[in-house]
């Protein structure tokens, strides 16, 4: 099974995942600390659905994703009053256009469900370039974000108080959040990429002592668990997408529930 890691055939594949594996529980972090984490589904479907829309029109998934996560954010912000309720709204709006578009294109359903479901295997260097040129920067932006983004949940009246250019740090996070799900949506699926957000941060929460801990616990078992489900789906002639939610509740029960029997044994 190891073998396949390595075969020159899915090596593409593994590293578009693996750069997702990274970095989207990295960002389910941030989201679950604002408590916005209901957010990353609304802004994959809308942006699934935009670059649907753009495939039918013969756009490359750079012009497509980076227009969806435009959408995305504008909707985001325009939602941000109603909280999870905004998000759902943007959820069930996205997957309405998703499946519309697919259902009148010359697509067809089949580039529907592969965003929907995903299509890692069949990913290649543009999908790798999309996710690289997202990722490099989101990493790079973290230690800035950590402070500033935080703050802002906690002492949500320091910015206004102080008159900081607080559009700067909240702006960057909501874009490049946006392009990421976009990029990642594109290979990984919708739900692949909402559970290696959701589920990563959610195990880890509950027991990590810091900030630092619960992002690389994070990293951790969203990597884990995209290794396993990449070689499982492969030697099994599995779909990846349920293989990896799966994988991924499992690994995050298990997480909640050891510390919480650590925790009474202590």
């Known amino acids: 099974m190891m073998d396949l890691l390595f075969d020159p055939l899915f090596r593409l594949p593994l590293l578009i995942g693996l750069c997702a594996s990274i970095v989207l529980p990295l960002l389910g972090a941030f989201l679950h600390a604002r408590e916005e984490w209901l957010a990353a589904l609304?802004?994959?479907?809308?942006?699934?659905?935009?670059?649907?829309?753009?495939?039918?029109?013969?756009?490359?998934?750079l012009a497509s994703g980076f227009l969806g996560a435009v959408i995305a954010v504008a909707a985001k912000q325009l939602s941000a009053q109603q909280g999870n309720l905004g998000y759902a709204l943007m959820m069930l709006a996205g997957?309405?256009?998703?499946?519309?578009?697919?259902?009148?294109?010359?697509?067809?359903?089949?580039?529907?469900?592969?965003?929907?479901?995903?299509?890692?295997?069949?990913?290649?260097?543009?999908?790798?370039?999309?996710?690289?040129?997202?990722?490099?920067?989101?990493?790079?932006?973290?230690?800035?974000?950590?402070?500033?983004?935080?703050?802002?949940?906690?002492?949500?009246?320091?910015?206004q108080a102080n008159q900081l250019p607080a559009w700067r740090w909240h702006g960057?996070?909501?874009?490049?959040?946006?392009?990421?799900?976009a990029f990642s949506t594109a290979s990984l699926g919708l739900m692949a990429s909402f559970a290696l957000v959701v589920l990563p941060a959610w195990a880890v929460f509950?027991?990590?002592?810091?900030?630092?801990?619960?992002?690389?616990?994070?990293?951790?078992?969203?990597?884990?668990s995209?290794?396993?489900?990449?070689?499982?789906?492969?030697?099994?002639?599995?779909?990846?997408?349920?293989v990896q939610v799966a994988i991924l509740l499992m690994l995050a029960v298990l997480s909640r529930l050891s510390h919480l029997v650590i925790h009474r044994i202590k």
């Open 206 to 224: 509950g027991w990590s002592k810091s900030w630092k801990q619960s992002l690389v616990a994070s990293v951790v078992i969203g990597v884990i």
């Open 95 to 159: 997957w309405a256009v998703l499946y519309l578009v697919a259902a009148n294109s010359s697509l067809g359903e089949s580039l529907g469900h592969a965003l929907s479901d995903g299509q890692i295997f069949l990913v290649g260097k543009e999908q790798f370039i999309a996710i690289l040129l997202v990722s490099l920067p989101f990493l790079a932006c973290i230690p800035w974000w950590s402070q500033r983004l935080l703050r802002a949940r906690f002492f949500s009246g320091y910015e």
């Open 172 to 181: 960057s996070f909501d874009l490049l959040s946006a392009l990421l799900l």
């Open 226 to 242: 995209y290794l396993l489900a990449f070689m499982i789906a492969l030697s099994e002639d599995q779909p990846f997408a349920p």
């Open 42 to 61: 609304g802004v994959a479907h809308v942006t699934a659905a935009a670059q649907l829309a753009g495939a039918a029109f013969g756009w490359p998934l």
